[in-house]
């Protein structure tokens, strides 16, 4: 018999800040469909403001790497103790998993243990590394709410409950703004060149990025003197962890907050960290450069369980390389300015990576993801 909707609450788990804002996506339609639903669990400033009461936020302490992640694990611990506490103290319908996959696979076994339903959101990609974790999923969560369709088979043929729903990012990007509006609204001349940095959201990304992009950025500028630079800033980042590099930058760089997908929109090309961001401009359809970088450990670890040849989300969908992927030693703002002045220079280029992005975004379903992750949600919380 499923709980009165006076009473239905669920904990929702996000520990990054993309994981934060589909988890806002997901708490909203949560609340359309039932107003009188409770929501607490762990996320950043977009899940509060979506109505969930955050017991922890994880999402400025989010890392790249294994090694990275040793300094932290006091406070992960501690916060995997509380949603621990507060779920055995609470009983909710449903515990909803989005990403973060090391942590939310132990709050999982918690749940199991107390018979509550785990729902994931945004699930591990096991497609990409560690696949032997879909048997522990398998194990420990009542179903998969799978955001790429090539996910579906995958879980299925482990056993797994899966609903494909699509990718949450849809519902984000603002459908209104193609590369004309956005070019409006950032007061770009008409014919002019502009370059979006997007160094990541994460710490360690812009650490290692940053530098690279403000060198290329330099080289750019020096073969081509009339192009322009915005930095889009994430907001997990602070102004101050990214003013000493673009101060010390010889070209102007333009850093702007809360405008990542203006930027994206009217940029005719982007140096971009690999992450979700690369999906974003994919399905805005503008030209990329992809770099990255982790600690050497990091890289290690990676090379052994990796088992995709590409590192970019843009590539990955499409099943080819349609941007180019600058890793580790190759992630020089050297490499990086010879790789975007050789697609500046040729149109043609350019004109090809967009007619191959324009494909990606018809992988990914419908908007409407949030909406329909919602009902599988207070389904399965139903049939308990």
Known sequence: ??????????????????????????????????????????????MAEAGVGLLEDLTRLAVVGGSEAVGRLPRLYRAYRTLARAMAETRPRGLVLIDFPEFNLLLARVAKRLGIPVIYFVPPQVWAWRRGRVKRIARLVTKVLAVFPFEVPLYRSAGVPVEFVGHPLLDSLPRALDRAEARRRMVLPEGSTLVGLLPGSRREEVERLLGPMTEAATRIQDAWPDVRFALALAPTVKPEAVAPAVTACPAKIDVLSGR???????????????????????????????????????????RLLIRIPWISLANIVANRAVVPELIQDDATGERLAQEALSLLREPGRLAAQREALSGIRAELGEPGVGERAARCVLAVAGER
């Open 1 to 46: 018999m499923s709980a009165s909707p006076l009473t239905t609450s669920f904990m929702l788990s996000a520990g990054e800040a993309s994981g934060d804002l589909h988890g806002a996506q997901l708490a909203r339609a949560l609340r359309a469909l039932a107003p009188a639903v409770r929501l607490t669990g762990m996320g950043g400033f977009r």
């Open 260 to 302: 990542t997908h203006e930027i994206m929109a009217a940029a005719d090309l982007l140096l971009i960290a690999s992450g979700t961001a690369t999906l974003e401009a994919a399905c805005l359809g503008t030209p990329m450069v992809v770099c990255y970088r982790v600690s050497r450990f990091s890289e290690l670890i990676g």
